[in-house]
Each structure stands twice: as structure tokens, then as C-alpha cells.
């Protein structure tokens, strides 16, 4: 495996993440996938070939083993980290869509053009879709393969004999489990480790809407303010009336009496009326 584009796509998941998507990725790589590869591959690997029954009949051992083994702890455990990781790899692919995109508009209308996305890995529109949905993917990948260990081995342990009666076997055998107590410790281990992820999953996704649903509250408070803005202007004197106030048709002005003067004839004293 190439490390550098490992190390890449690890830096893109990193960067494109929530603080909640960070620490979950640190589980997978640190808490999953180096235990995985360091050590609990080596304990799985002579789980055939230490796994004892008390006959030599040809055939009872590989029956028994079977039946009690269906499926590989190492296999599940391989095949889940394969899809748990998918859905981050699709969201770095969906912001190097939207890159591409912005590139071919640019190419095509030069650099004065509009851009189409401000900054094409803000989680917006489909993007965030997409983020939202690798979440509850990864979350339901891990909860169907907790079912699935605990379906094929119940409780998550593994017992140190086994008795086996299936044919070709004469009668009832007992079979014994290579090192039950060292799975057992590994298998819980990643149990506990994938319940954390699963948490994590479900908690970045409540994040992610309830901070959405902060920012639409937001905005409609914001519109809401400017309407009331509007409608205070209104009501109040219209720009550009210079003070004056319009009244209806049927509006009669109050009349005010005019005090007398001297200059006007009808309002000489009385002592010049009497005069010849």
C-alpha cells in the first residue's frame, strides 16, 4: 500500500471534518486499524489450526470448526473498517467534484467571472447532504456488524470447549478454542471501540443539524427585524413632505380669531368714532 496517498486521504477526511469527525477518525486509525493490523490479526491466525477435538475421525474437526467459526472475527472485523471508511472517501470526492467544477467555470469565463462556490469545502447544499448521510451510513455500518458478532457469537465471548455432535462425527466431541482468553479481551476491545464510533457518528450528526437549524432561526430572525424596520417607516412621517401633514377631503381647518390692529378702520377707538 502507497503511504503518501494513505497519509493524503487522511488529510483530506481531517480537514473537511468536524471536531467530532476528527476524534472519530482518530479511533479508526489509532484504535481500530493499528490494533487490527499489530495485533489482532497475529491472534487470529491459528484459530484452524489449534482448534482441537478429542477424535480423529476425518472431517469432525473442519465440520465443528465451521460451525462454530462461520465467519472470521479478522474477516468481519476487515470488511467493516472497509465500509466504515468508504463514506468519508465519498465526501473528499464530492469537494474535489465541486473544485473541478469551479475550475472548468473560471477556465471558461476568466478570472473576473463569479465563483460558483465561495469555499467549495463549506459543508452547504449538497455537500452537507452528503456529509450528513456518510454519517448515519457509518453509524448504521457499525450497529449491523455489532448485530452480526453478536448473532454469531453470543454475548461477544468465546468459550474454551465447544461440543460438537455433527456428522462425521461418531458422537458427541469436545473441541477446544485456541487462546478464548486473549480473543476475548481483543474482541471487546473492538466492540467497545465501534459503540464509541457509533456515538460519535450520531452526536456530529445532531450537530450538524441543530447547528443548521440555529443558522435558518437566525436568518428569519434577521428578516423578521428588517420587516418590522419597514413597517416603522412607514408609519411614520414620509421622507421628503418637508413637515407637513395631508388630511382628507371632508377636513376643515380650525379658524382662529385675528386680534384687532390700529391700521385697520374698524377698529378705532371709540373716542375717535364720536368725534364730528
Known sequence: ???????????????????????????????????????????????????????????????????????????????????????????????????AKQQRHRAAGGDDCRHIYLNPGKKRGGLW??????????????????????HFYRNYTLPRVVKCELPPCPNVVDCFISRPTEKNIFTLFMVVTACVCVVLSLVEAAYLIGKRCHECLLAGGGEGRRHSQDGTLSCAEPAGTGGQVFHGADYKPPTASIPPTASSPDTLPEEEVALP
Open 129 to 150: 447532504w452528503t456529509y450528513l448521510l456518510s454519517l448515519v451510513f457509518k453509524a448504521g455500518v457499525d450497529v449491523v456488524f455489532l448485530y452480526i458478532f453478536y
Open 1 to 99: 500500500m502507497n503511504w503518501e496517498v494513505f497519509e493524503g486521504l487522511l488529510s483530506g477526511v481531517n480537514k473537511y471534518s468536524t471536531a467530532f469527525g476528527r476524534v472519530w477518525l482518530s479511533l479508526i486509525f489509532i484504535f481500530r486499524l493499528l490494533v487490527y493490523v499489530v495485533a489482532a490479526e497475529r491472534v487470529w491466525s491459528d484459530d484452524h489450526k489449534d482448534f482441537d477435538c478429542n477424535t480423529r475421525q476425518p472431517g469432525c474437526g473442519n465440520v465443528c470448526f465451521d460451525h462454530f467459526f462461520p465467519v472470521s472475527h479478522i474477516r468481519l472485523w476487515a470488511l467493516q473498517l472497509i465500509l466504515v471508511t468508504c463514506p468519508s472517501l465519498l465526501v473528499i470526492m464530492h469537494v474535489a467534484y465541486r473544485e
